[in-house]
């Protein structure tokens, strides 16, 4: 019987470094930055063993997500204005709003579901979230899913 496989969405300060840098190997090596894995582990500074036993398990959250749709849940403030701040943030990077949903606000706090599909002209998703999470009266943004 196979097991199943579960998969995380974690911040880059959660990542284990051996991770970050198979990531990083693996991206010169798509480069043609470096011409073998000695090349890019020596570089990187990890084992060989480290890269292929995580090489396949590990890659940015980002890559080829064109085209897909991500879902992120945001508390923010019930003050006026902060809502459109949010959507002409994602605007601003390109991103195609799908749906929308805001709660009934509890205590001046209210949370908003948000679906957009990430085109080709969308621009840095890291940045897209950055940004929209330094807003005055935001508390959080999260990735809830991918598809």
Do not use: W
Not at 82 to 94: D, G, K, M, P, W
Request: proline share 3%.
């Amino acid at each position: 019987m196979a097991e199943k496989t579960t998969y995380y969405v974690l911040k880059e300060k959660a990542v284990p470094e051996v991770l970050l840098k198979v990531v990083e190997a693996k991206r010169l090596l798509e480069s043609g930055k470096c011409d073998s894995v000695q090349e890019v582990t020596e570089r990187v500074g990890i084992s060989r063993s480290s890269f292929y036993k995580y090489k396949d398990d590990i890659n940015p959250f980002y890559k080829n997500d064109k085209g897909k749709t991500i879902t992120l849940l945001v508390q923010l403030d019930d003050e006026p204005g902060i809502l459109s701040e949010v959507l002409q943030n994602i605007a601003h990077y390109h991103g195609n709003i799908l749906t929308i949903h805001q709660t009934i606000p509890v205590n001046g706090i209210a949370s908003l579901t948000l679906s957009v599909d990430v085109l080709p002209t969308t621009g840095d998703i890291d940045e897209m979230l950055e940004s929209t999470e330094r807003i005055s009266g935001i508390h959080f943004v999260k990735i809830l899913s991918k598809e």
